[in-house]
């Protein structure tokens, strides 16, 4: 039985058609991918379902009812639940204070019952095998707790419809596998689920059923058994598929960033040289330490032992002011709390970094600083109208490359991408290994954390394995493989060569 049929569903902005005419059926009890690339008109879709945008044309039913013009409030009460890519909690409330935003328990004086909501808090995580304190603030935890807590919140108060967009993206393996767990248990007790994402091990592990969109239309929809990732991929794609490799050498200089024993939070020990042009790939479970590493060479956190040489020159003071007046730029993982300046343009987004470094002038050149943005348009392929729309009104994977933008557009030299192409299409991910090749070849030295070895393969000279906070094992490029990288960073090998 269909819990969910959205037909002939039309949305515009501003006179341009980003949805004609698509439809969608979930059926009750099942897990739907709803797959496409950034800018397909998923995410339009989803909000035009939980109310967020008013539909221009179509008809939506759900659970037998056909609904008109929807609220937020009003899906919710329906049993819809959007658990979004970009987490949407309050830093400072705490745990327990996120879950019952809105719908708090009072008692008969009328005052919150903090006891009942932090016992029924514990209950639920008890219940999901959640490790979190309900009486923590959620500043306090990791990204992967964050993620948990949002698809958590949705849980608690029993939505006949999950929406879950790249749920997936800040979870380890074994975080991923508790999840999947829970969702197929959801999945028996009769709970739907529309699951967003770009990975198709994932996608084909967990699906039932899957819906393409391309450019804002419906192209295709069937039972995941019946299809393959590679012909999926064609169907999301079009005819600018590309699976090939992209990885190319090319010649490299004198070492440019060295470290000597690296300590910081969240690592130690962690020595590594790295010459002008190359790309290393960095990478290990979720924690390891790689992406702590980048934090503190970026300056965003203290070293607390060890030294890190930069051209040559010991680095004194670490602070990201400094590191980015010495060549050093970062694009961070968490897109929205760590890059995403809302209330500004993507031509501000843009500029923004390299008018912190010059900021003796007086004045912002606007006509010349637009010249380098449809430069940076161009080059990176960026889906945008014009420079003066807001960053929020882009998909991730276009907000994605305007951050790239705004780091080349500071002309620094050393590269630290971590995670990169989180929430990105298929298509887009390809544009940004090319452009990591291409800025390689320009003399540009890269490091790029990830959890996905592909990306490592396609563009990586060599692959740093942590384990446990410290780099186990370095691979060159014809030795990465998956399994080769899970062995080290699982410690299920320690110092034995790779045979190949």
Request: charged share 25%.
């Amino acid at each position: 039985m269909s819990l969910l049929k959205m037909r002939d569903i039309v949305k515009s902005f501003n006179g341009v058609t980003v949805l004609r005419g698509v439809n969608l059926t979930v059926e009750e009890g099942t897990v739907h991918a709803l797959l496409g690339e950034n800018g397909a008109g998923k995410s339009t879709l989803m909000n035009v379902l939980t109310g967020v945008y008013t539909r221009d044309g179509g008809t939506i039913e759900f659970d037998g009812k056909v609904i008109g013009d929807i609220t937020i409030r009003q899906s919710e009460q329906l049993g819809i639940a959007f658990v979004h890519q970009e987490l949407n909690l309050f830093n400072d409330l705490k745990v327990y204070e996120n879950i019952f935003l809105g719908k708090e328990y009072a008692n008969r004086f009328g005052k919150l019952d903090k006891k009942k909501m932090i016992a029924e808090t514990r209950q639920l995580f008890q219940e999901l095998g959640v490790e979190i304190d309900p009486t923590e603030l959620a500043e306090n935890l990791t990204t992967s707790q964050k993620q948990l807590l949002e698809i958590s919140k949705a849980l608690f108060f029993k939505a006949k419809l999950l929406i879950l967009d790249e749920p997936t993206t800040a979870l380890n393996t074994e975080e991923i596998n508790h999840l999947f767990g829970i969702i197929n248990n959801l999945k028996k007790k009769g709970t739907s689920f529309i699951f967003i994402s770009h990975k198709m091990p994932e996608i084909f592990e967990l699906s039932d059923r899957y819906t393409v969109f391309r450019n804002g239309e419906f192209i295709k929809e069937g039972n995941i058994s019946e299809v393959t990732p590679e012909s999926v991929t064609k169907l999301m794609v079009g005819d600018g598929y590309d699976n090939k490799s992209v990885y190319q050498e090319r010649p490299v200089g004198e070492t440019v960033l060295k470290l000597k024993n690296f300590s910081g939070p969240g690592f130690h020990d962690v020595s590594l040289e790295v010459k002008k042009g190359q790309i290393i790939g960095l990478t290990g479970l979720q924690g390891a330490g790689s992406s702590e590493v980048l934090q503190c060479m970026f300056g965003y956190v203290q070293p607390s032992g060890g030294e890190m040489e930069i051209h040559g020159k010991k680095a004194e003071h670490y602070s990201i002011h400094t590191m980015m007046k010495a060549g050093i730029a970062m694009l961070p993982s968490n897109r929205k709390e760590n890059s995403v300046i809302p209330d500004m343009s993507l031509l501000e987004n843009m500029y923004l970094s390299e008018h912190t470094l010059s900021a003796f002038k007086m004045h912002i050149n606007k006509k010349k600083e637009k010249e380098k943005f449809e430069n940076y348009r161009s080059m990176l392929n960026i889906k945008a109208e014009n420079s003066s729309a807001p960053i929020l009104s882009l998909s991730g994977g276009n907000q994605q490359k305007v951050f790239i933008a705004k780091w080349l557009n500071t002309d620094a030299q050393i590269l630290l991408f971590d995670n990169p192409t989180q929430g990105i299409d298929v298509g887009a991910k390809a544009e940004i290994y090319r452009l990591i090749l291409e800025l390689a070849k320009q003399g540009k030295t890269i490091l790029i954390n990830t959890l996905e070895i592909p990306e490592i393969q396609k563009v990586a000279d060599f692959c740093a394995v942590f384990y446990n906070g410290s780099i186990i094992k370095i691979l060159r490029h014809d030795e990465i493989d998956e399994t080769t990288v899970m062995l080290y960073s699982t410690n299920a090998v320690k110092s034995q060569e790779v045979k190949g």
